[in-house]
């Protein structure tokens, strides 16, 4: 039933009111390789890793063949890099280095958005990542066009330019419903969406790879002790958020989708979606400490609408997901 709109009055953080829901990893790949096809003037991308062969051409056409210029976020560590670079090596194509500073010996920062924009006009933002593999998951994605493309562009172009120019560019994306964590630029608008969509919600489907990040679990706690109603679908759960949700009476179920459910997403009252690359853990939800590289932190990227087909879309995928009680 749709129920209060969880982002509108919020000025700080917007939600997405046209989008196409993508529903699993097979989806999820063909998108990618539409929208990368389609472009004809520029195409940028957050990439931790580009490892599927169809997309990986099909990129490298439009970077060498077709001379596109674009910007790739990449991580600066060995696995990323062989992935990537022989990709965009000689093309017209702004390369990225994500945290390279720190990372350079301490590999311990890095990327793990996934996201395409095609000519500032279509973007997929997604679970997914951008291999093989892929293509039997449960992945999901939002694809956006328009203004919306064009601040992820932004976004993505912003990351060559410092923290400053990351920061500005991240809080005009997350008013406009892209949210971005990066410990580098300490940017943790990702992390302040996902909470405030279970601290305003009365309904709550949840749904992610992983369970490790104790503030998420508390907040969940929180809701519940309200009176809200929660359906929390995990594939795997770190025995300490294990206890503080079965301490709290917590209902949660284990999701058994058998090539793997990779998707994190969180549908909130009905009327808004939540899909990022970011998994429920400290990794991917909590703030680098100060200057310390050595404190594992990635980049994460997620996107939220509420457009009603899509947010109905992602719902009725994850309710459809198996799973056994917790």
Same mark, same amino acid.
């Given at each position: 039933?749709?129920?209060?709109?969880?982002?509108?009055?919020?000025?700080?953080?917007?939600?997405?009111?046209?989008?196409?829901?993508?529903?699993?990893?097979?989806?999820?790949?063909?998108?990618?390789?539409?929208?990368?096809?389609?472009?004809?003037?520029?195409?940028?991308?957050?990439?931790?890793?580009?490892?599927?062969?169809?997309? &990986?051409?099909?990129? %490298?056409?439009?970077?060498?063949? /077709? #001379?596109? *210029?674009?910007? +790739?976020?990449?991580? @600066?560590?060995?696995?990323?890099?062989?992935?990537?670079?022989?990709?965009?090596?000689?093309?017209?194509?702004?390369?990225?280095?994500?945290?390279?500073?720190?990372?350079?010996?301490?590999?311990?920062?890095?990327?793990?958005?996934?996201?395409?924009?095609?000519?500032?006009?279509?973007?997929?933002?997604?679970?997914?990542?951008?291999?093989?593999?892929?293509?039997?998951?449960?992945?999901?994605?939002?694809?956006?066009?328009?203004?919306?493309? &064009?601040?992820?562009? %932004?976004?993505?172009?912003?990351? /060559? #330019?410092? *923290?400053?120019? +990351?920061?500005?560019? @991240?809080?005009?994306?997350?008013?406009?419903?892209?949210?971005?964590?990066?410990?580098?630029?300490?940017?943790?608008?990702?992390?302040?969406?996902?909470?405030?969509?279970?601290?305003?919600?009365?309904?709550?489907?949840?749904?992610?790879?992983?369970?490790?990040?104790?503030?998420?679990?508390?907040?969940?706690?929180?809701?519940?002790?309200?009176?809200?109603?929660?359906?929390?679908?995990?594939?795997?759960?770190?025995?300490?958020?294990?206890?503080?949700?079965?301490?709290?009476?917590?209902?949660?179920?284990?999701?058994?989708?058998?090539?793997?459910?990779?998707?994190?997403?969180?549908?909130?009252?009905?009327?808004?979606?939540?899909?990022?690359?970011?998994?429920?853990?400290?990794?991917?939800?909590?703030?680098?400490?100060?200057?310390?590289?050595?404190?594992?932190?990635?980049?994460?990227?997620?996107?939220?609408?509420?457009?009603?087909?899509?947010?109905?879309?992602?719902?009725?995928?994850?309710?459809?997901?198996?799973?056994?009680?917790?």
């Amino acid at each position: 039933m749709l129920q209060r709109a969880v982002f509108s009055g919020t000025p700080d953080l917007g939600s997405i009111p046209a989008a196409r829901a993508v529903i699993g990893g097979q989806a999820v790949l063909e998108s990618a390789l539409d929208i990368a096809g389609s472009a004809r003037e520029r195409l940028s991308a957050d990439l931790f890793l580009l490892d599927w062969k169809p997309l &990986r051409r099909t990129m %490298r056409e439009r970077w060498h063949d /077709g #001379r596109i *210029p674009g910007t +790739v976020v990449l991580s @600066a560590d060995g696995e990323a890099e062989r992935s990537v670079l022989p990709v965009i090596e000689g093309a017209a194509v702004r390369h990225a280095a994500y945290a390279a500073e720190h990372v350079r010996g301490a590999p311990k920062w890095w990327v793990h958005s996934k996201a395409l924009v095609a000519d500032n006009d279509r973007a997929l933002v997604t679970t997914g990542v951008f291999r093989k593999g892929t293509r039997k998951r449960f992945d999901v994605g939002i694809e956006v066009g328009g203004s919306h493309a &064009r601040l992820l562009d %932004r976004l993505m172009d912003a990351e /060559g #330019r410092g *923290p400053t120019a +990351v920061r500005v560019a @991240a809080t005009t994306a997350a008013r406009n419903g892209i949210l971005l964590n990066d410990p580098a630029a300490g940017v943790q608008l990702l992390t302040r969406g996902i909470h405030h969509a279970i601290e305003q919600s009365d309904d709550l489907l949840v749904a992610t790879k992983w369970l490790a990040d104790l503030d998420t679990t508390r907040a969940l706690s929180a809701a519940h002790q309200r009176g809200a109603s929660i359906d929390l679908r995990v594939e795997a759960i770190d025995p300490v958020n294990e206890y503080v949700l079965r301490r709290d009476g917590v209902p949660f179920s284990v999701t058994t989708h058998p090539k793997g459910m990779h998707a994190n997403v969180i549908v909130a009252n009905g009327s808004d979606a939540i899909v990022s690359s970011a998994h429920l853990s400290p990794r991917a939800l909590q703030p680098a400490a100060p200057g310390d590289q050595w404190v594992e932190r990635t980049r994460e990227l997620g996107a939220v609408t509420s457009d009603p087909e899509a947010v109905a879309a992602i719902r009725r995928a994850v309710m459809a997901l198996d799973a056994v009680p917790g």
